[in-house]
């Protein structure tokens, strides 16, 4: 469904397959891109709980709406500021990039926390804090891209 509203021009997934290698799956959003966002779902949910006319249309709508809004947050976000101030990325980085290096391999968060002394636990709770995702799900999205 993505692909049919997306164009030449606009590709509504571009957050998702044009990342950098550097890209950490956080942004952080002002109260007001927070309030915009939240909107557009609440107003999706209610196109959702209803069958009235072309309630159909507007979910496309709105899903549109929404990937062009998370598109221009993606855009618009410096992350080279965020980097350089993070402790909790800064931490987490080498990790990433490990990962990025050997994600083609048999990797496991016990085998990526024993490489930087480590717990699981404490390494999976460092890393969905700097990113926003388990170890696990970052590295398929990885290898999905």
Do not use: C
Request: aromatic share 16%; net charge positive.
């Amino acid at each position: 469904m993505v692909q049919d509203l997306s164009t030449k021009r606009t590709n509504l997934l571009e957050f998702f397959l044009n990342r950098s290698k550097d890209f950490r799956n956080k942004v952080y959003l002002d109260d007001m891109q927070e309030q915009k966002l939240l909107d557009l779902f609440k107003k999706a949910e209610q196109y959702t709980k209803t069958n009235q006319y072309g309630y159909d249309i507007y979910t496309r709508t709105i899903l549109a709406e929404i990937l062009l809004l998370i598109n221009s947050f993606y855009r618009n976000y410096s992350y080279r500021t965020l980097h350089t101030e993070d402790e909790d990325y800064n931490r987490i980085k080498p990790v990433i990039t490990y990962i990025h290096d050997n994600y083609d391999k048999k990797l496991s968060v016990q085998k990526i926390a024993a490489e930087f002394n480590l717990s699981s636990y404490h390494l999976g709770y460092l890393f969905k804090k700097a990113t926003g995702f388990s170890i696990y799900d970052y590295i398929i999205n990885l290898r999905i891209i």
